[in-house]
C-alpha cells in the first residue's frame, strides 16, 4: 500500500512539473506586432514585442515580386547612408525584450526635402512584404509577416 501512494503522490509530482511548464510557456509568451509610421517627416518599420516574453529574431527577409533579399537595402534604391537600417544575419541575432521595439527601417527628412522624395520613399517601401523568424526562450517558431502597401494608402503632400 504505501508504495502504491509513493507511486502515485510521485506520478501526481511529475504531472504538476509538466503543467508548470506549459504554464511558463504561454505566460512568457512574446507577441510580435510589424509597425509603420509616417507622420510629420518621419517614416519608419519596427518590430514591437507586447508580450511579456523576449523574442529572438533569427531571420529577417523582404520580398519584392516573390523575390527575397536579406537587407533592406538590397531592395531600395536609396543611400543606405540616408537612413537607419537594421541587418540580422546568422551570426548576428537580436532580441527584443517585452515593451520594446526593435527599428527596422527609418528616415527622417529635413525640412527642405520635397514632397517628391518623401512620396518616392514610400512608393519604394509599399512594394515590399516582410517576414520575421524567429522563437521565443522555449525556442517556440514565432513568423510575422506584413506587406507595406501601407504606406502609399494616400498621398500626404
Same mark, same amino acid.
Given at each position: 500500500?504505501?508504495?502504491?501512494?509513493s507511486?502515485?503522490?510521485?506520478?501526481?509530482?511529475?504531472?504538476?512539473?509538466?503543467?508548470? &511548464?506549459?504554464?511558463?510557456?504561454?505566460?512568457?509568451?512574446?507577441?510580435?506586432?510589424?509597425?509603420?509610421?509616417? *507622420?510629420?517627416?518621419?517614416?519608419?518599420v519596427?518590430?514591437?514585442?507586447?508580450?511579456?516574453?523576449?523574442?529572438? @529574431?533569427?531571420?529577417?527577409?523582404?520580398?519584392?515580386?516573390?523575390?527575397?533579399?536579406?537587407?533592406?537595402?538590397?531592395?531600395?534604391?536609396?543611400?543606405?547612408? %540616408?537612413?537607419?537600417?537594421? %541587418?540580422i544575419?546568422?551570426?548576428?541575432?537580436?532580441?527584443?525584450?517585452?515593451?520594446?521595439?526593435?527599428?527596422?527601417? %527609418? @528616415? &527622417?527628412?529635413?525640412?527642405?526635402?520635397?514632397?517628391?522624395?518623401?512620396?518616392?520613399? *514610400?512608393?519604394?517601401? %509599399?512594394?515590399?512584404?516582410?517576414?520575421?523568424?524567429? &522563437?521565443?526562450?522555449?525556442?517556440? &517558431?514565432?513568423?510575422?509577416? *506584413?506587406?507595406?502597401?501601407?504606406?502609399? *494608402?494616400?498621398?500626404?503632400?
Amino acid at each position: 500500500m504505501a508504495i502504491t501512494i509513493s507511486l502515485l503522490a510521485l506520478l501526481a509530482t511529475f504531472y504538476q512539473l509538466y503543467l508548470q &511548464r506549459v504554464h511558463n510557456e504561454k505566460s512568457l509568451k512574446p507577441l510580435v506586432q510589424i509597425d509603420l509610421l509616417d *507622420r510629420d517627416k518621419l517614416i519608419f518599420v519596427h518590430i514591437q514585442n507586447n508580450g511579456v516574453g523576449p523574442l529572438i @529574431i533569427d531571420k529577417l527577409t523582404f520580398f519584392i515580386n516573390d523575390k527575397s533579399y536579406g537587407n533592406i537595402e538590397d531592395c531600395l534604391a536609396l543611400d543606405p547612408k %540616408s537612413y537607419q537600417h537594421l %541587418s540580422i544575419t546568422e551570426a548576428v541575432k537580436k532580441v527584443i525584450l517585452p515593451g520594446t521595439y526593435l527599428e527596422v527601417f %527609418s @528616415i &527622417r527628412f529635413a525640412e527642405q526635402d520635397t514632397c517628391e522624395e518623401i512620396d518616392n520613399v *514610400r512608393q519604394q517601401l %509599399s512594394v515590399l512584404k516582410l517576414k520575421l523568424e524567429g &522563437r521565443d526562450i522555449y525556442n517556440n &517558431r514565432i513568423i510575422a509577416k *506584413r506587406y507595406l502597401h501601407w504606406f502609399i *494608402r494616400h498621398h500626404i503632400c
